[in-house]
């Protein structure tokens, strides 16, 4: 079924973004950094521990009922449950959260930008394709008009009009073009692959599109574009951006985690627990049963601790100082980012003021050189003129529609970039 459909851009787009496997792994990314951002949060809590242990001592040991030395099998059972809780640590913990929430925002920007790289992939080999079936079309138009010019001569030759060299010269022009022919449609069964691989579009080789409107055709509003402008907007949302600035944010944050380890850590620490030992005996001897060991055996306790970072062999400090120059390095990342951009669009910018430009040359060349063919077709039928230079003239005609073909596409490609960059809604992207 999916041979028989026609596919849009927009299909086409929504389809590899659903299907590609690449994507999923920065989504996996994307939710492992939110399951550190959501255990930063839970490092909050306090630690609580259980403990419970069954034993059986033989020969000679210490009584855990009177610490007297005995000799003689031992069987004992011990439970506790202990807490910490720490109330000062440098503010590390706080900033841990901060750290990772930033790094699980800059994950989620990367997963869209790869999202919007594959869009434009797909948007590339769609309009590769549109390109080639424009050549084709044009190919098939130069074959059938060498057909025609074939099947003239061959009738001016029975009449005594031509000569019969002016066949094989009509022939090879009409095998040319043939050739032409056969060699655009094979790269359109490669241009079909590319998109059907981009899209992962499985058990498919073949696939059939309908062309966007040629909007080159459209008169251009009386507007002029800058690089400045477009590198302002882009700047607000483009997703390679905003991460990489959520990452100098992160990077800050991590400094300042490292930074307290340098500080005093506060902590409070409490407990409960108990045992059963068949040793402990009432005035008879019986041993005293489980239930009311576990009852009259309790100890609990409660306390706090303070530790003071001395010397670590200065590991702390170089920490720190590690932590500084991955905060320069993001920074610097940030920046080469923004150059990147900037660069980008300026290009983008210069590409389609020159578009525009030769969209208007080319179709005015085309124009001319159709002029210019159908006049040497009507020499060429009125013997004035040779096979050669009638396929020479169809050459230069050819050439100026593909150029054309080319560049319209081009600016057509072009545009919808600088529109992405102005934030316009090129894709279904959320």
């Known amino acids: 079924m999916s041979a028989q459909q026609v596919w849009t851009l927009e299909e086409c787009v929504d389809y590899a973004i659903e299907n590609n496997l690449q994507l999923n792994d920065f989504e996996f990314t994307e939710l ?204 607000e949302f483009i997703p390679l951006i905003k991460a990489q600035e959520l990452r100098v944010k992160a990077a800050k944050k991590q400094v300042a985690v490292a930074r307290g380890n340098l500080a005093p850590r506060l902590a409070i620490q409490g407990g409960y627990g108990t045992g059963y030992f068949e040793t402990i005996t009432d005035s008879l001897g019986v041993t005293i049963p489980f239930r009311t060991q576990f009852r009259d055996n309790t100890n609990q306790f409660i306390g706090m601790s303070l530790n003071v970072p001395i010397s670590n062999a200065w590991s702390g400090r170089s920490r720190v100082k590690q932590q500084k120059i991955a905060l320069a390095r993001a920074k610097n990342n940030f920046e080469i980012q923004e150059q990147e951009l900037y660069q980008l669009i300026q290009q983008l910018v210069q590409e389609y003021n020159a578009l525009t430009t030769e969209v208007l040359q080319t179709e005015k060349r085309s124009k001319s050189q159709e002029l210019a063919f159908q006049i040497a077709q009507k020499r060429y039928e009125k013997g004035l003129i040779n096979a050669i230079e009638l396929g020479r003239a169809k050459t230069l005609f050819a050439t100026a529609q593909n150029e054309n073909l080319q560049v319209r596409l081009r600016l057509k490609v072009n545009r919808s970039t600088l529109d992405f960059y102005n934030n316009l809604p090129v894709f279904n992207i959320n």
Request: proline share 1%; net charge negative; glycine share 4%.
């Open 32 to 235: 492992s950094s939110k399951e550190s951002y959501r255990q930063s949060i839970r490092n909050l809590l306090p630690n609580v521990n259980g403990f419970a242990d069954y034993g059986i001592s033989f020969g000679r040991q210490v009584d855990p009922n009177d610490n007297s030395i005995v000799v003689t099998d031992l069987f004992s059972n011990n439970y506790s449950l202990s807490a910490s809780f720490d109330i000062f640590q440098g503010f590390q913990k706080i900033n841990s959260i901060k750290a990772s929430k930033f790094l699980y925002k800059a994950a989620k920007e990367e997963s869209v930008q790869q999202k919007y790289l594959l869009a434009f992939r797909v948007m590339r080999a769609f309009y590769d394709i549109q390109f080639i079936e424009g050549l084709i079309t044009i190919s098939e138009e130069q074959v059938e008009i060498s057909r025609t010019n074939f099947e003239l001569v061959k009738k001016q030759i029975e009449v005594g009009l031509m000569a019969g060299a002016d066949l094989y010269e009509a022939e090879s022009l009409l095998l040319a073009d043939e050739l032409l022919l056969t060699q655009n449609r094979n790269r359109l069964i490669a241009a079909k692959l590319a998109l059907t691989q981009a899209m992962n579009l499985e058990g498919e080789t073949d696939i059939s599109i309908r062309p966007d409107m040629d909007k080159s055709e459209e008169k251009e509003e009386d507007k002029s574009i800058t690089s400045d402008d477009v590198f302002n907007t882009a700047m």
